[in-house]
């Protein structure tokens, strides 16, 4: 696509060399017969005018009309009574093909987990909130600013937090990130620094994005099991990490809650090994028939770091997330976020911050909890008529439930010949540290597939899922 320029004159980069004792107007043809058949220049491209090109240049305009007059004389220009110079049709150097490459094939219904309803995300909300905060914001906003965030957001956050997470959010020790990945490895260096050598991270669960981290910050990452109550903290206890990864809320992927008893248990660990928990908060606020789960943080705000995002929420596209972090870790790890990238948007902090404030975020919430507990029905639904008595767990809250594949039945089989048919499933191996295909099982996510969708999308791999 050609830019489209306003008004103003198009820049362009050409030089001239007064010492060279070459004539200037033969540089300056030369330099812009090259720049077209280079492709720098493409057809139908808008030149600057010969006054505007005289001028950055320090040439007469004579001089540039007449190299203009050559080149169109040449077939390398065009004009037109009251329209710019242009790139003649035909005089630049046709770009190089891009090899072919094949076309994915169209899925009927795509269960791809961790994807909200992209279609839903509050555009209107979004942008009126866009102008209230670049109409409100001080100029001193667009500076570096506070490396921890935009003060307002955090004072926002604060209140959220403690509102709907339970959490002992003070907005002195929050800092917001870009998103959960950059929030973790933003965590895991600072306390490589304090010194941490071993991780914990539940199994099933996030090996790929815990592993690149704990990569990155130079530790070593040990996965732990979990069953039905949550992370066995015996298996914790055995290992020698001094820091663990958990989504107690709501189990990355199994979808259990952490007990009770655990959850003490988890704490009382922390306390006992000096260890930091770091707490994925990644979608609490979506559940349908369990009461809620307050945050860990809560319980314990001196060993827990919460780590939130609204990749989940709204859209991954915004790239915001925040910690909650222990008073000690709040100064390194504002630190170690101002070296690494300088900041996060501010004014889409702003924006944030006024769509909260403003209650059109919790409308939103409200809005896609009813969009998704009418897809869960519709899944539980389409299960039932073409895949009955297939077990099905984790639909207590979010946007995904596991399917428990019978025996003899293996999981990439299923995966690959939904596949062939049009369906996109998923299967738990990829969340598991071993990448085992046993217990076979799928992680099926409805959080971006419409209840039509998905009607059609069972109905057409029913049979793979009973063997």
């Known amino acids: 696509m050609l830019p489209e320029w306003s008004s103003s004159p198009p820049e362009l980069l050409l030089t001239v060399d007064r010492s060279s004792g070459r004539p200037l107007r033969a540089q300056l043809e030369h330099g812009l017969r ?25 040439l007469s305009r004579g001089l540039v009309q007449e190299c203009f007059a050559q080149l169109q004389a040449e077939g390398y220009l065009a004009t037109r009574p009251g329209s710019a110079t242009r790139v003649a049709a035909g005089a630049a150097a046709p770009p190089s093909a891009p090899p072919p490459r094949a076309a994915a094939p ?12 992209l279609a839903s995300f509050p555009v209107q909300d979004w942008l009126r909130a866009l102008r209230e905060a670049a109409g409100a914001m001080p100029t001193a906003e667009l500076d570096y600013g506070d490396p921890r965030g935009s003060a307002v957001l955090r004072e926002v956050l604060a209140g959220y937090l403690r509102r709907v997470r339970a ?6 020790h929050i800092v917001v990130c870009n998103g959960y990945a950059q929030g973790l490895g933003l965590a895991l260096r600072v306390l490589a620094g304090h010194g941490v050598r071993t991780v914990a991270f539940e199994d099933p669960g996030s090996p790929a ?24 903290l015996r298996a914790l206890a055995a290992t020698n990490a001094r820091a663990v990864v958990v989504t107690p809320a709501h189990q990355w992927p199994t979808g259990v809650v952490l007990a009770p008893e655990r959850r003490l248990a988890l704490l009382a660990w922390a306390r006992d090994h000096d260890a930091i928990i770091l707490e994925d908060d990644y979608d609490a606020e979506f559940r349908y028939d369990r009461e809620p789960v307050g945050a860990l943080q809560g319980l314990a705000p001196d060993r827990v770091i919460s780590l939130g995002t609204v990749s989940k929420s709204l859209a991954p596209a915004l790239r915001i997330g925040w910690m ?9 790890i504002t630190e170690q976020k101002h070296r690494s ?59 995904h439930a596991v399917a428990h594949l019978p025996a003899g039945v293996q999981e990439d089989q299923v995966v690959t010949a939904a596949r062939a048919r049009g369906i996109g499933l998923y299967g738990m191996s990829a969340c598991r540290a071993s ?33």
């Not at 959490?167 to 002195?172: H, I, V």
């Open 167 to 172: 959490a002992a959010a003070d907005p002195d």
């Open 435 to 467: 990448h085992a295909a046993t217990p076979a099982q799928l992680v099926l996510g409805f959080g971006d597939v419409g209840e039509r969708a998905i009607t059609d999308g069972i109905a057409a791999v029913g049979h793979l899922l009973t063997g």
């Open 209 to 232: 994005t815990v592993g690149a981290a704990t990569a990155a910050a130079g530790l070593r990452a040990v996965p732990v099991p979990v069953d039905e109550h949550g992370i066995d």
């Open 324 to 332: 909650v972090c222990p008073p000690e870790l709040a100064g390194p």
């Open 106 to 117: 169209r899925l009927v219904a795509d269960f791809r987990w961790g994807v909200p309803d």
């Open 341 to 399: 990238d300088r900041g996060t948007s501010t004014l889409d902090q702003l924006a944030l911050a006024r769509l909260i404030e403003s209650g059109r975020f919790d409308r939103h919430l409200r809005r896609m909890r009813t969009t998704y507990a009418a897809r869960r029905t519709t899944l539980l639904a389409a299960l039932a008529a073409h895949a009955p008595g297939l077990p099905l767990t984790g639909l207590a809250a979010g946007f």
């Open 34 to 58: 090259d720049a077209i058949r280079s492709g720098r220049l493409r057809v139908g491209e808008r030149l600057p005018s010969s006054r505007e090109l005289a001028r950055t240049l320090g």
